[in-house]
């Protein structure tokens, strides 16, 4: 057994230490030091000190932008995991908060192999390509495409957290009946084939719907309102659809378990957004500040326009609604954050909070999907009217996009953008739709979908885990 | 020997146990217990999704006790755990055959 376990460990030693190798081209080298600044010529003195402006802006920028990474990770764990954890029901506590810690790891290997390459290497006008596969070339010197103050590595881990939050929102609709492994699976390829390619159209050199680098029908996305809240609200939908109701949907009551924990995961959540939006300026500048108290702003009163119509629905304002409410606004102000002053903020926040009430509790009733946690009803509606409103509300005066003194957005007057936002928001939902059914086919005929009645009636905690979340003997 | 089941009010429970011991009942076994009899429960709503709780929260309070003990016992609870409001709760009596310490394997009321 031991001797086993060793020829194991050689084994995996030997298969990782050429692919080491293999990318081992990356330079993390320090810059030659320069010469005594005393003894300089002047010439050389303004040298000098250009390189160090430059390496004081980078290391403020590379401050933020690693605090940005962390704080967008932690809007999956604990944030997401623990909003969601608390809205199934006890039994079913363990995987969901699971799926999105297996995308934490799962999505982190995936990126370091071909992710990052297929959404930033290359100049596709689709998708990327394998120029940094393995990581190859993505050291400590910028991006200047994309960030051209902080070492690539930065830029890199910064966007791996945006793709392991995007499919772990989709798990929100297949909540409480999907197995694991069909789940571990299908995010997988869906990764692959649906975020990859959309996160290339819109962020990447060379994507046709890239607004900063001279896309054919320029998106306003700033943070990700089509490549993270359409893609995986819209995705959420046809697995919700595809999988079907859960068994005793919708006569059998299913409370929430533990608002409390979908409370302190909602906080999280509002917090890690800062993370998410302001640091998509991917600098300490101005426009991260912007981004910044759109974000809060529009995170408030989204908060508000739920808990009214709430209010004046049913008597009563709940804190699954105010909570509900906030990461609707959140959601919305994505794409917009930072292109919109705070009034502007304000308004998209309200509206998405109104909307998104009306979408979860009407529109949800009338079709009868059972989107179990409402992952479209938030992240796919909240998303599309966040795009579409970015095109309405978009200031040149906030981020002159497309050069000084040329107008952004409607109000600007420039009307056309409202187009370019539909024509994105139209490709993302065609894109997600089509690929999510495809891979639901292929995953569906590989390890399955859906557990049986009996798992479902047991929960999955114990019958995809084998373990519970609370356990009374204990 | 009688045995006391009372199911309470959990807003009750504290003066209940209270007047219970003021009287020198010294045990009692507590559930936490869920339940209704005429009582109609109440909605919950959760974006949107009307639920009736019905089976509402209540405290069962058991004791067995000696023959002498049972019309004070029910007299304090009768009164401390009356709100006058439907939802109270209900009384039931037994008799109880037998009864074992199990530690020394008293019998009958030596062993209450």
């Known amino acids: 057994m031991k001797r086993r376990c060793l020829l194991l460990l050689a084994l995996s030693i030997f298969a990782v230490v050429p692919l080491a190798l293999f990318s081992a081209t990356a330079s993390f080298g320090q810059s030659a030091t320069p010469t005594d600044f005393s003894k300089a010529t002047s010439s050389e003195k303004l040298s000098q000190l250009d390189q160090r402006v430059t390496a004081a802006q980078s290391s403020a920028d590379n401050a933020w932008m690693l605090v940005s990474a962390a704080l967008v990770l932690m809007m999956t764990g604990p944030g997401l995991a623990l909003f969601y954890g608390g809205l199934v029901r006890r039994k079913n506590t363990l995987a969901i908060m699971l799926q999105s810690f297996a995308l934490m790891a799962l999505i982190t290997v995936m990126w370091a192999l071909v992710g990052y390459s297929l959404c930033f290497g290359g100049n596709g006008s689709v998708i990327g390509g394998f120029e940094h596969a393995l990581l190859r070339g993505v050291g400590a010197e910028p991006n200047a495409d994309y960030a051209g103050t902080i070492p690539q590595t930065t830029f890199m881990v910064y966007q791996l957290m945006f793709a392991i939050i995007t499919p772990a929102l989709i798990t929100g609709a297949t909540a409480e009946r999907m197995k694991f492994s069909g789940s571990v699976l299908f995010m997988m390829l869906w990764f692959l084939v649906v975020y990859a390619p959309l996160a290339h159209m819109v962020w990447g050199k060379g994507g046709f719907l890239n607004a900063a680098l001279g896309g054919r029908f320029p998106t306003l996305d700033f943070a990700g309102g089509t490549v993270v809240h359409i893609s995986s609200g819209v995705s959420a939908l046809v697995c919700a659809l595809y999988l079907r109701k859960r068994s005793g949907y919708p006569q059998q009551p299913m409370p929430p378990h533990s608002l409390v924990l979908s409370f302190i995961g909602a906080c999280l959540l509002w917090v890690g957004w800062f993370g998410f939006n302001a640091g998509s300026a991917l600098a300490s500048n101005g426009l991260a500040s912007s981004a910044f108290v759109a974000t809060h702003f529009a995170a408030a009163a989204a908060a508000l326009a739920w808990s009214a119509a709430e209010w004046f629905k049913n008597g009563r304002a709940s804190a699954l609604g105010a909570i509900s409410g906030a990461v609707a606004g959140l959601v919305a102000i994505t794409p917009a954050a930072g292109f919109v002053g705070p009034m502007p903020a304000l308004a998209i926040g309200m509206v998405a909070g109104a909307f998104c009430y009306w979408m979860v509790t009407k529109v949800k009733a009338i079709f009868q999907y059972d989107d179990a946690l409402d992952a479209f009803g938030v992240h796919g509606a909240g998303g599309t009217i966040g795009a579409l409103l970015t095109g309405v509300f978009a200031q040149q005066a906030i981020n002159p996009i497309y050069g000084a003194g040329k107008p952004v957005g409607g109000l600007d007057g420039h009307w056309g953008q409202v187009g370019n936002q539909l024509v994105g928001v139209l490709i993302a939902w065609g894109f997600a739709l089509v690929g999510t059914i495809v891979l639901l086919k292929i995953v569906d005929m590989i390890t399955g979908l859906r557990v049986s009645t009996e798992e479902e009636e047991a929960g999955l905690d114990i019958t995809q885990h084998g373990e519970e979340a609370y356990n009374l003997e204990a | ?112």
């Open chain 2, 1 to 112: 020997m009688m045995k006391i089941e009372a199911i309470i009010q959990p807003s009750r429970f504290g003066s209940v146990k209270e007047a219970l011991h003021e009287i020198g009942i010294e045990g009692m076994t507590v559930t936490e217990v869920r339940g209704h009899g005429r009582q109609k429960g109440h909605t919950e709503i959760y974006r949107g999704r009307e639920y009736t709780v019905d089976l509402l929260p209540k405290m069962k309070l058991e004791m067995v006790l000696p023959d002498a003990l049972v019309d004070q016992a029910l007299a304090a609870i009768m009164k401390t755990a009356k709100t006058g409001m439907i939802g109270d709760g209900k009384i039931f009596l037994s008799r109880i055959d037998e009864a074992i310490r199990i530690r020394n394997d008293e019998r009958g009321e030596n062993a209450l």
